[in-house]
């Protein structure tokens, strides 16, 4: 295995070529799909849709799209996908219903800012996790990347000024990132049986029936109209920012989202996540008119830069600890049945 020190002319063409590799690609295309979301929503939320009918539009819309396909995957790979009918349930319920039902709570008690920097600390929830399961402290390069990329984030949602804080929020904020890191561990399985239809579809469906469920309990409200509402400056029929969110940054970015983390593992795909903050800020600039500040521009090279950093760190292959920190950290940690998930 090639160090830093022996790098080979050979290892490096290597090296490049991961870096652009395809689910390094999808990972993007994931994130900026993702992030159109908040761009849908707001035509929504302004038009006096509450954000619980908005998650409940979302998720329900993207369950009735993968209905057919989740119905004849199950049909066809009964006897393989059976066991993992547990797997695709928490799937749905942690990661997708739990993770919205958080974040809104968070963003109830604090600055949307705060909010999203608490729910993106999951990368370092990552870190902190392999770090304790192998034993294997992160070497520098991950470390030194990190940060970097952390600071980067902090710069695009362009935190200076006033901004609310609260015990309360931070916990909330908190239960958001831990439910955004299992996202990212349950999409990681890189040998897995279930297709990545079936975990997206299968999953939408127990997460639109969790909200629901939120709703119908007042946890979560569900306030919808169905007068027209403006969306990138124009006066359209509600259905249409609904079909972006329903079709665009859910049924789309989490089945790419899947493909891309088996590719790339749990620990640099939840850092190219970190993009979707950059994107959403992107297409607010386009779509809203919303112009980004140079310092959330800066922000995102940090980002970028930390992302390359933990990528190459990655491409070295497992420290010399141990099998460490570089093994995919779904499986990784597989034989220790990562999060009791089999």
């Known amino acids: 295995m090639p160090t830093s020190q022996n790098i080979s002319a050979e290892t490096l063409p290597r090296t490049r070529t991961a870096l652009a590799s395809p689910a390094l690609v999808l990972a993007f295309v994931s994130a900026a799909a993702f992030a159109l979301s908040g761009s849908f929503a707001k035509s929504l939320f302004d038009a006096g849709w509450s954000p619980g009918a908005a998650v409940a539009a ?81 070497r520098a390069l991950t470390m030194v990347g990190a940060v970097c990329a952390m600071g980067g984030l902090v710069l695009v949602l362009d935190l200076a ?91 789309f970015a989490y089945v790419v989202g899947i493909v891309a983390t088996r590719g790339l593992g749990s620990k640099v795909a939840s850092f190219v996540a970190l993009f979707e903050v950059l994107f959403a800020v992107i297409w607010a600039w386009i779509l809203l008119g919303e112009l980004p500040r140079t310092i959330q521009l800066l922000g995102g090279l940090f980002i970028m830069l930390g992302v390359v950093m933990v990528r190459l760190d990655e491409l070295r292959g497992p420290s ?22 089999d």
Not at 110 to 130: D, I, K, M, R, T
């Open 58 to 138: 979302r998720i329900g819309g993207a369950a009735v799209v993968l209905l057919i396909p989740v119905v004849l995957t199950l049909v066809r790979k009964w006897q393989t996908v059976k066991g993992s009918l547990l797997r695709i349930a928490i799937y749905g319920v942690v990661p997708i219903a739990l993770c919205q039902l958080f974040f809104f709570n968070a963003v109830a008690h604090l600055s949307v800012g705060v909010a999203l920097l608490l729910e993106y600390l999951s990368p370092v929830l990552l870190v902190g996790w392999a770090w304790l399961m192998t034993r294997a402290r992160p």
């Open 161 to 251: 000024g006033g901004q609310k804080v609260s015990v309360e929020g931070i916990l909330w904020g908190l239960a958001a990132a831990v439910c955004s890191a299992f996202y990212f561990v349950m999409s990681a399985r890189a040998n897995d049986n279930v297709p990545p239809i079936l975990m997206a579809g299968g999953g939408m469906t127990v997460g639109a029936a969790a909200i629901l469920g939120l709703g119908l309990a007042g946890v979560m409200p569900l306030t919808f109209t169905m007068s027209d509402v403006v969306f990138a400056g124009r006066q359209v029929p509600w259905f249409v920012p609904v079909l972006g969110l329903v079709l665009i940054t859910t049924v």
């Open 320 to 341: 010399r600890r141990g099998q460490g920190y570089s093994v995919d950290l779904a499986v990784g940690v597989a034989g220790q049945k990562v999060a009791g998930l």
